[in-house]
């Protein structure tokens, strides 16, 4: 007598959730793949270093997974309140449509405990997020190609240059302002993570104030430009060129919604797109810091 395999809708009943390390770099590009996302294993494994993987062994499939995702925590500043950012949920196909993202979330609820949640929403997403009690709070939008500087354009801001060891202190206190969090963590991974990390600086303060500062990585065929922290539109203009002029092919740039003006001068610029994301935060009522000072995220994975 032979006994059947159990059958997908059986084999996760109760799955268990597990950190998941360096080893899983791979089975997590794979996952990402097999959804259509690409495999984006530099950011793959910024994430598992910076912040924490979960996953779900995917049965009689070694070394495969099921389904991911990935917290960082925002540490809070003093007479702050600290955040979560949940990122990367992903349930394999075979897997779908069987509560298993409900029970991934749930669990990434349970490890933020009473920190406040927030994520980038997919279209496909949200249903779940606004029933485990997110609420939007704003939108990004991923704009990508060639960027073509137009007449007019200072192509090398005197301004900007690499940043320096001497820097990462004033970096460090405009992102907090940024971000509303002690991202000290993240900010120290960024000089190895990046290819190119750069900083402005208004040209007649005699003391050099930094007034921006911003980086690009490379991200499976682009460059991401981001993190993009500036005091305001002409600063994160200068920041941009030159990242993108230093790029070795097409970037990406995930839009906040709250600069449309610098939406129309990359579109302007050769970039195109409309795949559209929504912030969502839980127990709080908004993502933290200023978002004036937003022009880009580090990742939509990471805020």
């Known amino acids: 007598m032979t006994t059947s395999s159990p059958t997908a809708?059986?084999?996760?009943?109760?799955?268990?959730?597990?950190?998941?390390?360096?080893?899983?770099?791979?089975?997590?590009?794979?996952?990402?793949?097999?959804?259509?996302?690409?495999?984006?294993?530099?950011?793959?494994?910024?994430?598992?270093?910076?912040?924490?993987?979960?996953?779900?062994?995917?049965?009689?499939?070694?070394?495969?997974?099921?389904?991911?995702?990935?917290?960082?925590?925002?540490?809070?500043?003093?007479?702050?309140?600290?955040?979560?950012?949940?990122?990367?949920?992903?349930?394999?196909e075979r897997f779908a449509r069987r509560g298993l993202g409900r029970h991934l979330m749930r669990h990434a609820l349970s490890e933020s405990g009473d920190r406040a949640a927030f994520l980038s929403a997919t279209p496909n997403g949200r249903p779940l997020y606004e029933e485990l009690g997110f609420r939007p709070v704003g939108t990004s939008c991923m704009l990508r190609g060639p960027f073509t500087p137009v007449d007019g354009d200072d192509v090398r801001p005197a301004a900007v240059r690499p940043a320096r060891a001497a820097d990462l202190a004033a970096v460090r206190a405009l992102d907090a302002r940024a971000f509303g969090a002690d991202r000290t963590e993240l900010l120290a991974r960024l000089p190895a993570f990046a290819d190119r990390f750069v900083v402005a600086h208004d040209p007649d303060d005699p003391h050099g104030t930094l007034s921006g500062f911003a980086a690009s990585w490379p991200n499976d065929g682009t460059t991401v430009l981001g993190p993009v922290v500036a005091h305001d539109t002409a600063t994160a203009q200068k920041l941009i060129t030159d990242l993108a002029l230093h790029a070795p092919g097409p970037v990406r740039f995930d839009l906040g919604g709250h600069h449309p003006e610098l939406g129309d001068w990359l579109r302007a610029r050769g970039l195109t797109g409309d795949f559209s994301c929504t912030l969502m935060v839980r127990t709080a009522p908004d993502i933290p810091g200023d978002p004036a000072l937003r022009f880009a995220p580090y990742s939509v994975a990471l805020g």
């Not at 996953?55 to 003093?78: E, K, Q």
């Open 9 to 92: 809708s059986t084999e996760l009943l109760r799955p268990h959730v597990r950190r998941l390390t360096l080893d899983d770099l791979a089975a997590c590009g794979d996952l990402a793949e097999s959804r259509g996302w690409g495999r984006e294993a530099h950011k793959w494994r910024l994430l598992l270093t910076a912040g924490r993987g979960y996953g779900i062994d995917a049965p009689h499939r070694p070394g495969a997974l099921a389904g991911a995702f990935v917290l960082t925590p925002y540490p809070a500043l003093p007479g702050g309140r600290a955040y979560t950012c949940v990122s990367m949920v992903l349930v394999a």
